[in-house]
C-alpha cells in the first residue's frame, strides 16, 4: 500500500521517492492507524512535502508530542502545506489540490484554525 501512495504522489508531485525507511516502515507496520488509508495518505503525503528529494520517504513526525490535539495537527499540516507551495491556494499543485479539498473549503479552514501568513 504505501509504494502504491509513494508512486501516486511522485506522479502528483513530480518527486523520485523509491521507498519509506526502514525504522519508518516498522513504525508504520505497528501503527494503530484510527484514520484508515486516508491517515496513511496524509502521512506520507506529508514526509513527501517536507522531505528532501531524495529515494527514501521518512516521515520521522508521525509521533510528534507537539501536537496536542486534532485540530493542531489539522493547522501544521494546512500551514506546512501552504508553506510547501508558498502559500498558494488554488490552482494546479496548489494547496488545495493537494489537500484534496475545494479552494473555499481550504480558506474557511484557514479562517477557522486562525492561520496567518
Known amino acids: ?15 523520485k521517492f523509491k521507498s519509506v525507511s526502514k525504522s519508518s516502515l516498522e513504525y508504520l507496520c505497528n501503527y494503530h492507524w484510527p484514520g484508515n488509508i486516508r491517515e496513511l495518505q496524509n502521512i506520507l503525503e506529508r514526509a513527501a512535502i517536507v522531505g528532501q528529494p531524495s529515494n527514501e520517504v521518512a516521515p520521522a513526525f508521525i509521533a510528534s508530542p507537539s501536537i496536542a490535539t486534532l485540530a493542531d495537527a489539522e493547522r501544521q499540516h494546512i500551514i506546512n502545506i501552504l508553506n510547501s507551495v508558498n502559500w498558494v491556494i488554488a490552482g ?11 479552494p473555499s473549503t481550504l480558506r474557511s479552514k484557514i479562517k477557522k484554525l486562525n492561520i496567518e501568513r
Request: charged content about 30%; cysteine-free; aromatic content about 0%.
Open 92 to 102: 494546479k499543485q496548489g494547496a488545495a489540490e493537494i489537500l484534496d479539498l475545494p
Open 1 to 15: 500500500m504505501v509504494d502504491h501512495i509513494l508512486k501516486r504522489l511522485n506522479q502528483k508531485m513530480g518527486k
